[in-house]
């Protein structure tokens, strides 16, 4: 089994920055594909980011347009989202999950998940 927490989250002036991490326990990531989603009142759980085993390969959500970057450190056992000129829009709960065998886009696909960590901007 494999233990998901975020951290991070916060409240934050819309242009500003945070960084959420991710910190796994119970097994090692290093094999693992991790992706980061998110989930704003009244609408379905989206796909922000997504990074392979390795780290070598991520791939984002066309909202994101080059302001977010998630990154994995497997010494840590740790990903991160670092999110820059944050909107209004972007005010959700943000989770991150790790899949097993393969990277994905879709929630579906991953396995264990965290309990995510709000994230408010104001306008």
């Known amino acids: 089994q494999v233990q998901l927490v975020e951290s991070g989250g916060g409240l934050v002036q819309a242009g500003g920055s945070l960084r959420l991490s991710c910190a796994a326990s119970?097994?090692?990531?290093?094999?693992?594909?991790m992706g980061w989603f998110r989930q704003a009142p009244g609408k379905e759980r989206e796909f922000i980011a997504g990074?392979?085993?390795?780290?070598?390969?991520?791939y984002y959500a066309d909202f994101v347009e080059g302001r977010f970057t998630i990154s994995k450190d497997n010494a840590k056992n740790t990903v991160y989202l670092q999110m820059n000129s944050l909107r209004s829009d972007d005010t959700a709960v943000y989770y991150c999950?790790?899949?097993?065998?393969?990277?994905?886009?879709?929630?579906?696909?991953?396995?264990?998940w965290g309990q995510g960590t709000q994230v408010t901007v104001s306008s």
């Open positions: 119970g097994r090692s990531v290093s094999t693992y594909a």
């Open positions: 990074i392979n085993w390795s780290g070598r390969v991520t």
């Open positions: 999950a790790a899949n097993q065998y393969t990277h994905s886009r879709s929630a579906e696909e991953y396995d264990y």
